[in-house]
């Protein structure tokens, strides 16, 4: 075989940059799936990662935009409120979640990403449990 002809056949993987043939459905070197593969074939971390990162960053946007809002209230009502801080609290952590998620999808050590993609789903369920507190709060201050 010419081993020039078999260098071009290969494409780089994009986790690790290996060179794997295009038939292949996994990298050989990092077991990222190459782009024949199915989204099914994709390991479940690497699902997670994408729902956390885009999750994380919708709701960072959505608690930044009812701190605004809360902050308009307080201004009206001359009042202080208890949520405002909270929701800070809940909208650094979904960003922290959202780092953590896209420092996992650029690692490429398959443990240490397992790793920050628990990391990373852990700070998202306290944001989320945090968010529902302070959406019980906003509700029973409203009142």
Do not use: W
Request: aromatic share 4%; glycine share 4%; hydrophobic share 45%.
């Amino acid at each position: 075989m010419n081993p020039e002809r078999e260098t071009r056949t290969l494409l780089p993987c994009p986790d690790c940059e290996r060179r794997c043939s295009p038939a292949a459905r996994a990298c050989p070197n990092c077991g990222r799936p190459l782009a024949e593969a199915s989204l099914d074939d994709a390991p479940l971390h690497d699902k997670m990662i994408d729902q956390i990162m885009l999750h994380s960053s919708l709701k960072t946007g959505m608690c930044l935009t009812l701190l605004g809002l809360i902050k308009v209230v307080e201004g009206v009502k001359r009042t202080s409120v208890f949520s405002d801080e909270a929701l800070a609290v809940t909208a650094f952590g979904f960003l922290l979640a959202s780092i953590v998620s896209y420092l996992a999808l650029k690692d490429r050590n398959i443990e240490r990403r397992r790793r920050k993609v628990k990391i990373s789903d852990l700070l998202f369920s306290i944001a989320l449990g945090l968010l529902a507190v302070v959406c019980g709060v906003v509700a029973i201050e409203m009142f």
